[in-house]
């Protein structure tokens, strides 16, 4: 009797040559044999702090293919004494692990992905886990849930974290819905100068200098970074909530309200006209 083995990553694969052929060992503790694509994208999530896009995970299970189809056995690698008997009897091991690696779907689509992330996310939820999945615009990463978000910082020595002054948040949100956005046109909507509330956006990195408005003296314009989204744990700006009050049309009526002036007559302050008569009386 002649047993032949292979290693196919770190599974061992025996196959007996003599009577009955075709009789396969494997050590089921070394390879997988149900492919579970939230278990997998959870390894995943866990292996870094760093954000994984749908493309990072599509290269992985290529990768995983790969290498399964590299490590296959190979009839001519001199392994068995005779090369002929060799390809007959490694024939069914070949079919044997080509079932395995089938399990692993050549392609995984983002649709696939994104529902499997979508679900993960739910049953930690359910089970009032301490992490969470959170998709930002670069990717998707496991972060703790707010619940024990103070345990990190004190771990980390950090100082607590200051919440925002109304008057930021108003800004913040003129320059999200309005964007890009001069500073004159926020202070316009505002009323009030926005100085301290845009220097304490910029220093939180939650707003940056975009460019230049094509408009004279050529003004610095505003917009969102992608800390932002994070911040605020959107993955794009089209998740926004929508907001009559915000719509860039009102807005712009706006501005051109408080920039235009705005002729006002004798007559509407009460005043006698220069022919002398006075506005006629509202009383009856």
């Not at 490590?71 to 001519?76: G, I, K, T, V």
């Not at 094509?214 to 907001?243: I, N």
Request: hydrophobic share 40%; with cysteine.
């Amino acid at each position: 009797m002649k047993i032949l083995r292979w290693t196919v990553g770190k599974a061992d694969i025996s196959f007996c040559t003599r009577e009955p052929y075709g009789r396969v060992y494997l050590n089921p503790t070394h390879f997988p044999v149900e492919f579970n694509l939230k278990r997998v994208l959870k390894s995943l999530l866990l292996s870094t702090s760093d954000p994984i896009s749908i493309k990072d995970i599509q290269k992985v299970v290529q990768r995983h293919h790969d290498e399964r189809r590299a490590s296959l056995p190979d009839a001519e690698s001199g392994s068995v004494a005779n090369d002929s008997l060799a390809g007959q009897e490694a024939a069914p091991v070949q079919e044997v692990i080509q079932d395995i690696i089938d399990q692993v779907p050549t392609l995984v689509t983002a649709t696939q992905i994104r529902e499997a992330m979508e679900q993960l996310d739910a049953e930690l939820r359910e089970s009032n886990d301490v992490c969470r999945v959170l998709q930002g615009p670069e990717g998707f990463r496991l972060v703790v849930s707010p619940a024990y978000a103070g345990w990190v910082r004190l771990l980390r020595g950090e100082v607590r974290p200051q919440r925002l002054s109304s008057a930021a948040l108003e800004t913040l949100a003129i320059i999200a819905y309005r964007q890009p956005v001069t500073r004159a046109e926020m202070e316009s909507i505002r009323g009030v100068s926005i100085e301290s509330a845009l220097l304490r956006l910029q220093e939180i990195e939650l707003v940056a200098v975009t460019g230049r408005a094509d408009l004279p003296g050529r003004p610095l314009q505003y917009g969102t970074t992608d800390k932002f989204l994070d911040f605020s744990g959107l993955r794009s700006l089209g998740e926004l909530p929508a907001s009559d009050v915000l719509s860039p049309a009102q807005i712009s009526e706006w501005i051109t309200r408080a920039t235009a002036p705005v002729a006002v007559e004798e007559a509407d302050l009460g005043l006698v006209s220069e022919e002398g008569e006075a506005p006629p009386s509202t009383e009856s």
